[in-house]
């Protein structure tokens, strides 16, 4: 299980060590050790940059092969409505769900509308807060992982209501063994995923608590049959696909699309890690506390712009906008009914039933007083150090290969730049011994020319 | 030790950012390192806010965390009544920054386990802000 808990694997065999990977983490939890890529799992959040990154395709996401479907009696497809943005603006949601069931699927599920309930209970949930702000959504598993690696002291502020995702697995899993008299786990849920990070909560439920969830497809994978599939799938009339979409859910593939049709006001809207890091620290220094909640995705543009996608996340985004806006203009609120879900709120039944927890990377030391001596050979390295964070070292940053030295993860010498001065040092006593030889040389030349004169001499009779 | 320009908004924080790196690579507990880092920014930004410079030095032993602040500022006429919530002698500018709202020093109080101010009118004022380490520091 546990080699399963990162969704992200290295192809030694493809890997070159040509860094590209090593520049894109947003977190530094790549180095490259002896020519090949390795992850540093405690500081990886899975966002998938790296494989977007990688020239040789060999960072792969680890994700189910269609082939899992037949371990199970019942099979639903679970898409995020990023699958929605893939495909041209003329084919809605009802026509993908029916193309996945051609490629085998027994039924899919329309997840967008779990994500119009959860939105409406994210609405209650801001009306009734009275902890620390802002609130920061877990839509996006990386940004909860960066959380409780980079900002452990943040874990108060996510969103505790459960994924829509996860509520819908559980739903139809329970629904479908009624309906059809089979036991829970015949009934397989898989997730059709634009991005890694969703691999985890999936494969390593202990991190994120109970997943009902079986498995993940990446949207890549599926995109290809899914097209030919879509050929075959009887053009329904536009108007009726129009009336099928949960306005309230359609949105959360895209960054604003979440709180756009709930009309909140106070919430900010943050994407990409470098801005987002940029936004938590200053939640850190206590600042914004005057918005209600951030919706941060770790992909630009949001789960459209995710690294296992295939359209160009520009056109997806735009897709999803305009749908968003047809939808607002012809007054379609295809969504479950606002009361029924008022009550499923007040039962509990979008509250997390655990808590997240922090997971801040390891101290330098143990013992504070060794940790604080660490801590100062660190800066003594890095000040050493040319600050040009060339990677050669196999690091990103001079900071970090300073970091690494101190914990004895790395040797100063690995520093191309450090590489003079230890070579000095040994080309020093190699000339020493150089020119104690050259003086040897010398004596032995002057017998050499000597002899050489002898035989000459004696040739000439 | 670190220097503290006046009026540098736009550097505004990175003392107290690197502070706050420093408490995590030395592992400490991380409600600590929280308060440390709002107590720190808090009296970061009154020194950008009103000083021309100042110094933030940071000293850690087994058991306390003490953040010393010295700056060379116009100094505080009236400690009391600027330890008071919502009590500010912002300018109009720093309001529309979303600074000045009267909560900085108290803020600090509420953070700090110890908070300590001294100040003369026109050399200056000096924070002395503690945290305890509690036995389980390290986690």
């Known amino acids: 299980m546990n080699q399963y808990y990162h969704s992200i694997r290295i192809d030694t065999d493809k890997c070159d060590g040509r860094m590209k990977c090593l520049r894109s983490c947003p977190t530094q939890a790549i180095r490259i050790r002896k020519g090949k890529a390795v992850i540093l799992e405690e500081k990886c959040i899975a966002c998938g940059e790296c494989i977007t990154a990688c020239p040789n395709d060999a960072i792969v996401a680890l994700t189910d092969p269609f082939g899992e479907l037949s371990k199970f009696k019942h099979t639903v497809a679970i898409p995020s409505p990023a699958l929605y943005a893939q495909f041209g603006r003329s084919i809605l949601p009802d026509r993908i769900l029916e193309g996945l069931k051609k490629l085998g699927f027994d039924d899919a599920f329309d997840l967008a509308l779990t994500c119009g309930d959860t939105s409406l209970a994210i609405e209650h949930f801001l009306e009734e807060y009275k902890g620390p702000k802002p609130l920061i959504s877990n839509a996006c598993p990386s940004v909860v992982r960066l959380i409780q690696v980079k900002y452990p002291q943040l874990v108060d502020h996510i969103l505790p209501i459960t994924l829509p995702k996860k509520l819908a697995a559980r739903d139809i899993k329970k629904n479908k063994s009624e309906e059809l008299g089979l036991k829970i786990e015949d009934i397989g849920t898989f997730y059709i995923t634009p991005c890694p990070v969703k691999m985890i909560a999936i494969k390593h439920p202990s991190v994120e608590g109970g997943c009902y969830l079986d498995g993940a497809i990446s949207i890549s994978d599926i995109y290809g049959p899914l097209f030919s599939a879509l050929e075959s799938v009887d053009q329904g009339s536009y108007r009726k696909g129009l009336e099928s979409i949960c306005i309230l859910g359609i949105g959360w593939a895209v960054a604003g699309g979440m709180h756009r049709s709930l009309k909140l006001e106070n919430v900010l809207d943050v994407y990409g890690i470098p801005e987002i890091i940029k936004t938590f620290d200053d939640i850190e220094r206590g600042k914004l506390r005057n918005i209600d909640l951030v919706v941060a995705y770790s992909c630009p543009q949001g789960c459209v712009g995710g690294s296992l996608t295939v359209e160009n996340r520009y056109i997806s985004y735009n897709k999803i906008l305009r749908l968003l806006e047809t939808l607002e203009r012809e007054n379609i609120e295809a969504c479950r009914d606002k009361r029924e879900i008022r009550e499923r709120y007040q039962q509990k039944h979008f509250h997390m039933p655990h808590k997240y927890e922090p997971r801040p990377s390891m101290a330098l030391d143990e013992d504070l007083g060794r940790a604080i001596k660490k801590r100062k050979k660190k800066e003594e390295i890095y000040d050493s150090l040319p600050k040009i964070d060339c990677g050669i070292c196999g690091a990103p940053t001079c900071l970090a290969f300073a970091e690494d030295v101190v914990k004895g993860e790395a040797e100063t010498s690995d520093c191309i730049f450090n590489v003079p001065s230890k070579f000095r040092e040994l080309t020093g006593e190699l000339s020493r011994e150089l020119s104690r030889l050259l003086d040897d040389f010398g004596t032995i030349g002057e017998e050499w020319e000597g002899m050489q004169k002898k035989q000459k001499t004696g040739k000439k009779p | ?139």
């Open chain 2, 1 to 139: 030790m670190f220097h503290i320009k006046g009026a540098d908004f736009g550097k505004a924080g990175c003392v107290s950012l690197e502070i706050k790196d420093i408490l995590h690579d030395l592992g400490v507990d991380l409600s600590i390192v929280r308060r440390a880092a709002i107590a720190a920014y808090e009296a970061e930004m009154n020194v950008v806010m009103y000083a021309d410079k100042g110094e933030m030095i940071l000293r850690l032993n087994p058991d306390i965390i003490r953040i010393t602040i010295e700056d060379m500022g116009p100094g505080i006429k009236d400690i009391e009544l600027a330890m008071q919530e919502g009590y500010s002698t912002a300018t109009d500018q720093m309001r529309e920054m979303g600074f000045g709202a009267g909560m900085g020093l108290p803020n600090i109080k509420k953070n700090a386990d110890l908070f300590k101010l001294k100040s003369r009118v026109g050399q200056g004022t000096s924070y002395d802000i503690v945290f305890h380490l509690n036995p389980k520091e390290q986690t």
